[in-house]
């Protein structure tokens, strides 16, 4: 079991992560530690992804020395480089999550605007009372 | 945040590391497509640098040097120079975002360093809008 | 100038996104231009749409290559004959919701026109990517920029709607990360992303873990998406909070379109055996549409407001939906892929008399509507319309999807889904027949008039044209897909059915 953990330890990482932040998204009453719970979720993922494209030994996914004169790159050898692809993905899926952080922090200060407070159960009141 | 730090060292050394950080933002967009970088990372160093002159110096700073007007513009500026190189390849014969067909020296390389500053320049805009909204708000 | 044919369907994607980011810029310069544009847009996008389907028809499935690199290591769009489908059906329900919503929309957000069109834009063109991708994690980013937008759409109502907002902006998150996680564990054993690559390497790997986790991370996130039942919470309150020309909008599109996703995955991208003997997710997903069908339909009798009665209803359609997918017969799947047109616009067409009568009298209770026949004439009408093809009233299309779902259930030998089917729909005529009949028929003496319409007053006052054409198109097309509905079934579904559900 231990050594199971230690082997896949970034499959561990991720799932401890995404419970982190699933306990956070479901059992805090703080509107803005919802959101912060939203985003160790996704970060986790994309942690677990980007840890997809280790390989041992390897080096960056960069090569040096260009093209020569012909406009010719080196013979490559892809087992020696890092994976770049899982890389380019998470770039973009970095970019959602910061997109996603921004639409969800202004949506919590038209909240705080209309109602005046940040949490959950308070806010719901408001909304009963007043609607 | 709104109005200017007491601190004189505080804002100096804000004022100086915001350029130097400029600077290297815009290295970092350059550079995307043979070290570690890109249009989206040098985007945002870009953008902390104004969030940094806004955090010392307070918003109203930003935004003197940085009106509504000219964020919006920059933001659909970005969009279209992507989009435009795209539409570009288009009309030139071959599928989209295809540079290959750019009447460029080393096409693909320019190609991609044009996309890269489009998505810089976005990247920025956006930020630095969300980041004024954000500490605007009432 | 000489664009290639075959890149149409990329303009179909990239013209309201250019649109969306020229319209901040046009504010600048002109306000009263940012609407034409919009419609400008919305209108190439739709005929653009056209010429596709009618390529496709004609032609076969068009491939197209983003940058010249083939797949697999390139990101390819493909639209064959169920993505023409949806593309005809995104592109008519955005132009008509489009014209609809400069009345409604000034008047609850005046001065702000161009950021709204801008982000409606941006929403056009997430929902058309989406359908014209065929790679797993071009549709992951098109997924999320159709989300973002409508969480930012739907927030326009203010108030109580910014709450159902942020609802959704949590849920909505879950269920697309999950989605990027399933595609992140295909893409551990698979390497590749492009659907047709997947299809063809996954076969030799059904029997590995990681893809059956991957497989339940998928269809768990894109049921989030779609509010299927147990995962529906934040459907209501963002349907009956949104501005009406945004819940039109939303409740006709984008859940549709994440059931089409499903659809791709579970048939396309995996194939058909997968689903029904590897793992019986089309059993759990037949039952979850079931239950979701009774309940939904439960709930909407149960409730006064007219939007929130649509929500519910709404939960119900998906549950018809996904019984149709669930039930992997050809039958099946023809009902359940024409229901998602039925719907689209049968639900457009309903939040749409809704938003007319919020706009002309300020009622949102179905107590409200006496005499609207009256004073409303031509609303109250379309509402009779698509109220009849949600029933499943012959010549109307909703008839037809549902003897679709019957005809696959007999022959499936499921006897218990037609009698879920007969059941739900005798409620959805319960929740119908109580509105129509509040609006047509005045209610006996007794009962207490609610403020507001002063008994006698039956002065005759109609939305105006702009927002009454939509409608009125609505209404006219869902008779029309009931009528033609032989030919989409033959053009555009039948030969699309994956061959192990055709016996």
Sequence with gaps: ?131 | MNAAHESLVIRTICRLVAVFTQLFGLYVIMHGHSSPGGGFQGGVILASSFILLAVSDGIGEVQRRFSLKALTILTSAGVFLYAGIGVVCLLLGANFLDYGILPLPEPRSLGMLGIEIGVGVTVMAATVSIFRDLMLFE | MNIHQSAIPVLIVIVPLLTALALPVVELWKRSAVFPLTLAALAFSFGASVVTAREVLANGPIDYYMGGWEPPWGIAFRIDHLSALMLLLLGCITLLVGIYSKRSILKELPEKEAPFYSVYLLLVTGLTGLVSTADMFNLYVFLEIASLTSYALISVGGGVAVVSAFRYVILGTVGAAFYLLGVGYLYSVTGSLNMADLASILPDLYESNVVLVGFAFLVIGLSIKMALFPMHAWLPGAYSNAPSAVSALIAATTTKVAAYVLIRVMYFVFEPRFSIDTIPVTMLLSWMGAIAMVLGSLMAIAQSDLKRMLAYSSVAQIGYIVLGVGMANAMGFTGGFLHIVNHAFMKGGLFLVAGAIIYRTGIREIRGLRHLSVRMPWTAATFVVCALAMIGIPPTGGFFSKLYLILGAIAANHWAFVAVILVSSVLGLTYMVNVVRYMYFAPAEGEAIPAGITPGAVVREEVPLTMLAPMLILAVGVILLGLFNGEIVSQFIDPSIPERLAR
């Design chain 1, 1 to 131: 079991m231990l050594d199971f953990a230690i082997g896949h330890f970034n499959t561990v990482t991720y799932i401890l992560l995404m419970m982190i932040g699933f306990h956070a998204m479901t059992s805090k009453t703080n509107l803005v530690k919802k959101v912060v719970g939203m985003n160790i979720f996704q970060w986790s993922i994309i942690l677990f992804i980007v840890s997809l494209a280790a390989k041992q030994g390897a080096t960056i996914p960069i090569v040096l020395g260009g093209h020569d004169d012909h406009g010719v790159a080196p013979i490559l050898e892809a087992s020696q480089y890092v994976n770049p692809l899982p890389h380019v993905l998470m770039l973009t899926a970095i970019v959602v999550g910061l997109a996603t952080t921004g639409v969800a922090l202004a949506l919590l200060l038209r909240i705080y605007k209309r109602y005046g407070t940040l949490e959950e159960d308070e806010l719901l009141e408001k909304i009963q009372t007043s609607g």
